[in-house]
């Protein structure tokens, strides 16, 4: 390519313009005298640069040549090429885009007589021309030879574009179709004793089944076998799996002509552990009793090639009707998608953006879309069970299953990327469907495909496009039609009708398919602008939902919202330009009834789910400013708490919406994987909002009241979950009271107005409401229920210093100020310091008291009815379990470590852990059963929109408890086995350290 201008030859310049990239190389090869035809006929260099590759073709023309046994038989073929158009074409095209056939060519010189003519047939040969070809075949390695033989004419009439990629992909499956009969003729001929005792069917699957085959695939069938007449059924068998063994082998083992496909059978019944072959009656057993949805599906492609075709017939007759049912199983569209997502997420990382087959917006896309709406809406119309892909999506657009527009899209689309799958196996005839990266293979394969002015340019940007087409229209495919069925417009067009569009939400799991249509009809009928972003936003949103475990209350949901702020100007604009706040409200709206109940009642804050910082907490100090602010603009004390509660309730939703999102994850975020993070973060909001409600409540009881200034410092000391900052949606605040008279005060009066404060903040906090409760529990002061409400400081030294038991020891853990009086609040902790971490640990009598005091708990305080091995907080393994079990530590070792000073319960346990009191092992267990139980609790109460200790009854509501903790569709048995089995090793880490067993 260095060669000076001046110096160039002629020949050089024609071979530069023809389209070699080599023409130094080419000159050369081109001045043998035995290429000075080919040098000299500007129609013959006029075809090599027609070719995909120029260079490769010319140096497999001479290779060819070099292989033909003498003088006269390369003057033939040189002659011949001269000659005949159709010879030049066929061979130079396959020379220029396939190098393994090209090898092929030299190994077998005289195959290339099978090009030379056109005949009627050979246009669009079927089953029987190929038998034909291979039927000399009388052994594995001639069975190879012929195969390639034919399939060099398959490909010549590809290259040439004689026949188009759907043709082409069913030649090949007919190719492949004559191969299996050749070599079950080849094993048959090999074991006539097996022969005699059978009869055996093959049924060809997927791509083969389909009549859509590659060129280089695994050819995936299932055997039937039955007993010839008289024959026992158990030898018979034997006997069909000797011969389908054999013709595996034929078909798959490596030859000194290479291989033709492995044959894969892993579809049958129980995959590779299953038998190779089964009966008739016995396949049938199987799909009835055991099958999953995947298996259904891929019998949509099930077809006799091979055997006993009168059995096979029998075979997919007998199996169809359960194909057709299929749609009827529950979480039937969830399992077809899970199937999916779960082969984008076994493709390595490095290749996901080159896979043309399997990654997102390739060819796997549109056939599963196709597979999923054939299984919905073929049980009513049979023109739809096609096993052919382009077929049954042209049936779909014919049906008004699918818009017009997108099935030509996809139909382009699929053939594009059918056609550039095929150029990339053709040229070494390897399975791969990963695009290359090198320039020189990109250039090959573009102009193969007719791009030749920028091949690589041009190939790279038509790929792009069609793929980023399917995955435009892959998800969309399935719920635009259900918008066109209802939104009365485009009348020429073909629609939905209204049985089918039923059959097709209850198959994504709606409930109630004419409440859901009618939704839809609100939403997205009309021309006005908002109803044409809605019929933008829903059908990716009906996608969502129908991911939910509700997909129902989803829809609903969003129909309420969108009545409520249909006419707010930045409500739509943000679901449409704002990628992450569509799929967030989606989320929200599906997982339960906690996060939709606030956000009716505060729509505006569907602004949260738009802004990248919009689900992050705030910290208590914005949140009490915020909150004081509100009840300082206020007329009364009920006014200032309802204030308080407005901030409450949009603080809630931003918890429990950045709860469900970081569980549920989005597209582009995963769901979370440090759930111990996710519990902490909830525990610490809400705890931080509770304490800022308290504090808005008592500043308003004083202001009313007494002005700015109250005639008692007061303050709120947090309790159990409130002090240990492990609040979850529907916890008690756990409170007491402090109270210490002002200089001058009469205690008395203080008394009396310390008193008025807590029933008035407790009043106030408890009006009636439609937000989630809170309520304030001060059972856990000194004399518990008996006792007085509130105390001054020094009542409460004097009581724990005389009265004190054990259990308020332990129950002052988690004492931490909240509200009100800092300096009073500091002082109440350095009194209770010296019990509850008291010098030189606890005594054995205090020990045994609290065993004690747990075992009488467990015993007592557990629900009748209730399942100890699912009771998150009293059962085996839950939370009281943990938490007393951390206690303990603290009790004993809290004055010796300081790390176990804290009211938080997995900090203790890390202390704990840190100080060697617990081994890595059991503090890993232990709080892996406190975090999932806390999840359970909070998952509990965003589902069902109030407080729980266990998991629901209600199937809808289980499994949206389970889609929260990571359980996909159907997996609810494993979530609660997970549970029992996690929470049981917790229960026996707890019976060491605890009890001392």
């Not at 199983?329 to 043309?356: G, S, T, Y």
């Not at 809406?377 to 077929?391: A, E, P, V």
């Not at 399917?470 to 399935?478: A, C, Q, S």
Request: proline content about 5%; aromatic content about 6%; glycine content about 8%.
């Amino acid at each position: 390519m260095n060669v000076p201008q001046g110096r160039r030859s002629s020949t050089f310049t024609r071979l530069l313009r023809h389209g070699f990239t080599d023409p130094s190389a080419a000159e050369r090869l081109l001045d043998s005298a035995e290429l000075s035809p080919v040098r000299a006929d500007p129609v013959l260099l006029d075809a090599l640069g027609a070719t995909a590759d120029p260079d490769q073709a010319l140096l497999g023309l001479v290779r060819l040549l070099e292989a033909q046994p003498d003088r006269t038989a390369r003057r033939e073929l040189l002659d011949t090429l001269i000659a005949s158009k159709p010879l030049r074409d066929r061979l130079l095209g396959v020379l220029g885009a396939s190098a393994a056939l090209g090898d092929h060519l030299a190994r077998h010189p005289r195959d290339w007589h099978a090009l030379v003519m056109y005949e009627p047939e050979d246009l669009h040969p079927g089953v029987e021309e190929f038998e034909r070809g291979l039927a000399e075949a009388v052994d594995p390695v001639s069975l190879r030879v012929a195969y390639r033989r034919c399939l060099l004419s398959i490909a010549a009439r590809d290259v040439c574009g004689t026949t188009d990629v759907a043709q082409t992909a069913a030649e090949l499956a007919d190719l492949a179709t004559a191969t299996l009969r050749a070599a079950l003729t080849i094993a048959q001929a090999a074991a006539p004793e097996d022969t005699a005792l059978c009869r055996i069917a093959v049924i060809a699957m997927g791509k083969c089944g389909g009549h859509e085959l590659n060129y280089v695939s695994d050819v995936d069938v299932i055997f039937v076998g039955e007993a010839a007449e008289g024959a026992d059924e158990g030898k018979a068998l034997q006997a069909a799996t000797r011969l389908a063994s054999h013709l595996m082998r034929i078909c798959s083992e490596t030859t000194v002509e290479g291989t033709i496909w492995p044959v894969d059978a892993n579809l049958r019944p129980e995959g590779r552990n299953g038998p190779l072959v089964r009966t008739l009656s016995s396949h049938l057993a199987y799909y009835q009793r055991w099958a999953k949805t995947w298996e259904f599906q891929a019998l949509l492609k099930a077809r006799p090639v091979a055997g006993d075709l009168e059995l096979g017939e029998q075979y997919v007759a007998t199996l169809s009707p359960l194909v057709w049912q299929a749609a009827e199983r529950e979480n039937f569209v969830a399992d077809v998608q899970k199937m999916r997502r779960r082969v984008v997420a076994n493709i390595p990382a490095a290749e996901i953006e080159r896979e043309l087959k399997l990654g997102p917006g390739g060819l796997r896309d549109v056939e599963f879309a196709v597979q999923l709406l054939q299984l919905v809406h073929g049980r009513s119309d049979t023109s739809l069970r096609s096993g052919t892909t382009l077929d049954a999506l042209k049936a779909l657009a014919v049906g008004g299953y699918v818009g017009r527009v997108d099935a030509a899209q996809l139909d382009e689309a699929y053939r594009f990327l059918r056609s550039m799958e095929h150029r990339i196996q053709l040229h070494r005839l390897r399975r791969t469907h990963l695009v290359p990266e090198d320039e020189a293979d990109l250039r090959r394969i573009g102009r193969s495909l007719g791009l030749r002015t920028e091949p690589v340019t041009e190939l790279n940007r038509a790929w792009r496009r069609h793929s980023s087409a399917v995955r435009r229209l892959h998800e969309k495919l399935f719920y635009r039609p259900l918008l066109d069925a209802v939104a009365q417009l485009a009348p020429g067009e073909a629609r939905l009708s209204a049985d089918a569009a039923r059959e097709r939400l209850v198959a994504l799991g709606y409930a109630d398919p004419a409440a859901a249509l009618r939704h839809l009809e609100a939403l997205a009928s009309g021309v006005t602008r908002k109803a044409a972003i809605q019929r933008t936003l829903l059908p990716v949103l009906l996608g969502w939902f129908a991911d939910s475990a509700d997909p129902d209350a989803g829809l609903l949901g969003f129909r309420k919202v969108s009545d409520a702020l249909g006419k707010t100007p930045w409500y739509l604009r943000l679901l449409r330009d704002e990628g992450a706040a569509a799929q967030n409200l989606a989320r929200v709206l599906s997982a339960g009834r906690l996060a939709p109940d606030l956000l009716m009642r505060a729509p505006e804050a569907v602004a949260l789910l738009g802004d990248p910082s919009g689900l992050a907490p705030r910290d208590r100090g914005h949140l009490e400013q915020e909150i004081l602010a509100a009840v300082g603009r206020a007329d009364d004390g009920e006014q200032a708490v309802t204030a308080a509660r407005g901030v409450r309730r949009r603080e809630l939703f931003r918890t429990a919406a950045a709860d469900i999102v970081a569980s549920y994850g989005t597209e582009e975020s995963p769901a979370e994987a440090d759930t111990g993070a996710l519990v902490d973060r909830v525990g610490n909001a809400v705890s931080d909002l509770t304490a800022a409600t308290i504090a808005g409540a008592l500043r308003a009881v004083v202001r009313d009241r007494w002005g700015d200034t109250l005639p008692t410092r007061f303050a709120v000391i947090g309790m159990g979950r409130f002090g240990g900052h492990e609040l979850g949606y529907g916890s008690d605040a756990d409170v007491i009271f402090v109270h210490e008279p002002r200089e001058g005060v009469d205690e008395q009066e203080a008394a009396e107005a310390a008193n008025t404060v807590v029933a008035e903040m407790r009043r106030l906090l408890q009006l009636p409401s439609s937000d989630p409760p809170l309520l304030i529990d001060a059972d856990l002061r000194p004399e518990g229920k008996t006792g007085p409400l509130v105390r001054t400081l020094k009542s409460y030294e004097a009581y724990y210093r005389r009265w004190s038991l054990v259990w308020e020891s332990q129950a002052l853990l988690r004492a931490e100020p909240v509200a009100g009086d800092e300096d009073l609040g500091r002082r109440f902790v350095e009194l209770i310091d010296p019990l509850r971490y008291p010098a030189e640990g606890l005594g054995e009598d205090a020990v045994r008291e609290i065993r004690r005091l747990k075992a009488r708990m467990e015993s007592e305080r557990l629900p009748r009815g209730a399942d100890p091995t699912l009771h998150t907080k009293l059962g085996r393994g839950g939370l009281s379990d943990v938490e007393w079990t951390v206690q303990l530590l603290q009790l004993r070792h809290g004055w010796a470590e300081p790390g176990l000073r804290t009211t938080r319960t997995r900090e203790a346990l890390a202390a704990a852990c840190a100080a060697e009191l617990i081994s890595g092992e059991y503090a890993a267990i232990l709080d892996d059963a406190w975090v999932l139980a806390t999840r359970v609790r909070n998952a509990v109460m965003l589902v069902r929109g109030r407080a729980g200790d266990t998991f629901p009854s209600d199937g809808r509501e289980l499994a949206a408890v389970g889609r929260y903790l990571g359980y996909g569709p159907g997996h609810v048995g494993d979530m609660l086995d997970d549970y029992r089995r996690r929470t049981r090793r917790a229960r026996a880490v707890v019976e060491e350290l605890l009890y001392g067993a």
